[in-house]
């Protein structure tokens, strides 16, 4: 029931904005995030306003350097299938999809603050501790590490689906309502 436009990674935030998206989705894709400036810039833009934000992968990393986190280069990169991640606020352990060299840095024992609000590290992975989902408390916005989306993968995480369907209707009451 989701309709969805894809755009390229450098259309400018005004643009987006201009379609009236219900969600803005950042999707994995290779790189460096710390060289991705102007993407993060327009991440920066578009968490000015109310629009729910979930980014995985290489979209966590955008994220996480649009709310002033820093990105490191991992000494050996997480692939693969069967990872355990830890879900913080659940208290579960779930079974995620990894491909990715580079992770964000972040405090993983409190909030933290940035220009947005508190926010908060919401999963883990359990083999090295490497921050593996982020959330802003004031902003509807949030991302994974991890690939929820993987097919033929684990389905632990497709939760995370609902609740940025969720977070999209919920917004759109507030502004149509």
Not at 5 to 26: C, H, M, Q, R, S
């Amino acid at each position: 029931g989701v309709e969805v436009t894809v755009v390229p990674f450098d259309t400018p935030a005004a643009e987006i904005l201009a379609a009236k998206p219900d969600g803005v989705f950042l999707s994995n894709g290779p790189g460096d995030p710390s060289t991705m400036d102007s993407v993060v810039e327009t991440v920066r833009e578009l968490l000015t306003d109310q629009i729910p934000i979930f980014g995985i992968c290489f979209g966590h990393q955008i994220l996480g350097r649009a709310i002033g986190l820093e990105t490191f280069k991992l000494p050996f990169g997480h692939r693969g299938i069967n990872q355990p991640v830890k879900n913080l606020i659940a208290g579960t352990v779930e079974i995620t999809a990894h491909n990715h060299g580079f992770a964000v840095e972040a405090p993983t024992g409190s909030y933290f603050q940035t220009e947005y609000g508190e926010g908060r590290v919401t999963h883990i992975c359990l083999n090295d501790g490497v921050v593996e989902g982020l959330e802003l408390l004031h902003k509807p916005a949030f991302s994974v590490q991890y690939h929820p989306e993987s097919a033929a993968g684990p389905h632990d995480a497709a939760y995370l689906f609902d609740h940025f369907v969720e977070l999209m209707s919920q917004e759109s009451a507030v502004h149509n309502g």
